[in-house]
Nanobody, 124 residues
Framework: QVQLVESGGGLVQAGDSLRLSCVAS????????MAWFRQEVGKEREFVGA????????AYQPSVKGRFTISRDNAKNTVYLQMSSLKPEDTAVYYC?????????????????WGQGTQVTVSS
């Protein structure tokens, strides 16, 4: 099985930056599309961004475009989410996800593996 472990969450003030990391197990990490989702209390899990394995093509939700950057280091089996200009509405549990089919999708049903999540709290 593939295991994903997120880290880097915490409490920050509006306007601050934060970088999340997700380390994956497995031998075929470079073939997976990796994505970040987030979930606020009482709401559905929401797509944040994704990056493909071979060519590093990225996609983002409009609300984070220009503020968040997703990247990966295949040699380390790690994907990152660099968050800048954080807003209180960014407060959520952030989850790492992997799609073994290597597509570029925003729907949660397209992803095969999930991490446990890391809390990001942005105060005003």
């Amino acid at each position: 099985q593939v295991q994903l472990v997120e880290s880097g969450g915490g409490l920050v003030q509006a306007g601050d930056s934060l970088r999340l990391s997700c380390v994956a197990s497995g031998r075929t990490f470079e073939e997976y599309t990796m994505a970040w989702f987030r979930q606020e209390v009482g709401k559905e899990r929401e797509f944040v961004g994704a990056i493909t394995g071979n060519d590093g093509t990225t996609a983002y939700q409009p609300s984070v475009k220009g503020r968040f950057t997703i990247s990966r280091d295949n040699a380390k089996n790690t994907v990152y989410l660099q968050m800048s200009s954080l807003k209180p509405e960014d407060t959520a549990v952030y989850y790492c996800a992997a799609d073994k089919n290597g597509g570029l999708w925003s729907g949660i049903d397209n992803y095969d593996y999930w991490g446990q999540g890391t809390q990001v709290t942005v105060s005003s």
